[in-house]
């Protein structure tokens, strides 16, 4: 596909007597490659995996600066697009660990890898000042930006409240079984 614009005349093009002097003006701008139609289609797919994760996504630029989020993360943090993209990730991470993250954050950028943030207990920052326990995966996307990272969130509440529950009703039942058997 050739795209014109005002300018010499198009090549090979014949547009008759009588054609409007503009159309005789075009000269070709460039090419629209099928390769580009395709990476255009494959960002729209990207796009619509993000939007459509059971898990809030955000991606990350190196610096850290928020690049995209889906509605999941906007229902987990209370922000709108508008108010997240451009801003910093450590908006969404609690004051009393963004220090500790800037040192993780240069150390992921060193070995950047798939990875499961667990072994501790992690929690985010909602825009009314709230945290809430989750669960963070990274992974590594390049992209013709630069470097980028995908955080995937969970939001991890009920599980948390299910644990406690489970461990206070284990507690009960071993009090109740210890009273039973002093009888």
């Keep these: 596909v050739q ?3 005002a ?10 007597e009588g054609a409007p002097a503009e159309w005789l003006t075009l000269h070709q701008v460039g090419e ?4 580009d139609g395709a990476l255009l289609e494959s960002e729209e797919r990207f796009r619509l995996v993000v939007e459509s994760a059971p898990n809030g996504m955000v991606m990350v630029d190196g610096r850290g600066t928020i690049a995209l989020v889906n509605s999941k993360v906007e229902e987990y943090f209370g922000y709108t697009r508008n108010e997240l993209v451009g801003e910093s990730i450590e ?6 660990y963004r220090s500790q993250h800037r040192n993780y954050q240069t150390m992921y950028q060193v070995v950047p890898a798939v990875r499961l943030m667990s ?7 909602r825009k009314d000042g709230t945290e809430f326990p989750v669960e963070i995966g990274l992974n590594p996307v390049t992209t013709k ?8 969130i969970v939001d991890i509440t009920r599980r948390k409240l299910d644990e ?3 461990q206070t009703l284990a507690s009960e039942l071993v009090q109740t079984e210890e009273r039973e058997r002093r009888r």
């Design 3 to 5: 795209v014109y614009s």
């Design 7 to 16: 300018g010499s005349a198009a090549p090979d093009l014949d547009f008759g």
């Design 32 to 35: 629209l490659q099928p390769r």
């Design 91 to 96: 908006l969404l991470i609690p004051q009393q």
């Design 119 to 125: 072994g501790r207990d992690l929690s985010a920052r």
């Design 145 to 152: 930006e630069g470097n980028m990272v995908l955080c995937s």
């Design 164 to 166: 406690e529950q489970k």
